[in-house]
């Protein structure tokens, strides 16, 4: 989209579902309100994203968040939780609703012939016996085996909501024991030891590989909670 198929306009708090209601009664040149932002450094003030064409309403709040996480040498097959969702004190965002995934960013450096498969998705139907692994996206050694590789995936206006209800696609989903909330994985917090129970929500990197040979991994990614 070019730059002028966006634009936003500014209200007062409180007025946000009257503003809509107005911009949905009117024409308003074929603009759609996609978005609303709060600005924790602007008391008062919502900012009502708007977009040509239609899109589904979702409020950013402002916790957003940023991390950055390397996995170096010869990783092994593994699951990680990139985002405990439940867990406010150890990250910075604040609900424990929903992440929202803003972007992401993953560099693989691999050995000439090493043999692997990241994929990146959140959990879903956590129960104490398994849980859904849901593929948001994944990155293999097949065809261009030892050459670089990055994925960089921005989400426009403030990441997709990441549940089974909010979530469409063919994407391939897992039912693992592995993922039942009473077993222990390892984290962005601690990457060494396993102290984590996973839970419906949260986001996870799970590694698969066919030999022991070098791969390092370095992935960036931005957040925020509902």
């Not at 309403?57 to 390397?70: M, W």
């Not at 990146?120 to 956590?126: D, E, T, Y």
């Not at 994925?151 to 206006?157: A, Y």
Request: hydrophobic letters at 40%; glycine letters at 6%; a negative charge.
């Amino acid at each position: 989209m070019s730059q002028q198929d966006y634009k936003a306009l500014r209200v007062e708090e409180g007025r946000e579902a009257q503003a809509i209601a107005e911009l949905n009664s009117e024409s308003n040149n074929g603009y759609h309100v996609v978005a609303y932002l709060q600005n924790a450094r602007e008391e008062g003030v919502t900012t009502l994203i708007l977009s040509l064409g239609q899109a589904v309403l979702q409020k950013h709040e402002p916790d957003s968040n940023n991390i950055h996480f390397s996995l170096n040498a010869n990783i092994a097959a593994d699951s990680l939780i990139l985002v405990d969702l439940s867990d406010t004190v150890n990250y910075a965002h604040n609900s424990t609703n929903f992440v929202h995934l803003e972007n992401f960013f993953i560099d693989v450096d691999a050995a000439p012939n090493a043999d692997y498969l990241l994929e990146f998705g959140f959990l879903a139907n956590v129960s104490s016996a398994d849980g859904d692994f849901v593929q948001i996206a994944k990155l293999s050694s097949a065809k261009t085996k030892g050459a670089p590789k990055q994925v960089t995936i921005p989400f426009f206006p403030n990441g997709g909501r990441l549940s089974p209800q909010h979530w469409r696609s063919s994407a391939t989903r897992y039912v693992v024991s592995t993922y039942g909330s009473s077993n222990l994985l390892k984290s962005t917090i601690d990457p060494t030891t396993a102290t984590v129970n996973p839970g419906s929500g949260d986001l996870v990197l799970r590694v698969a590989r066919g030999d022991t040979t070098e791969v390092n991994v370095s992935l960036t990614f931005s957040y925020h909670t509902a």
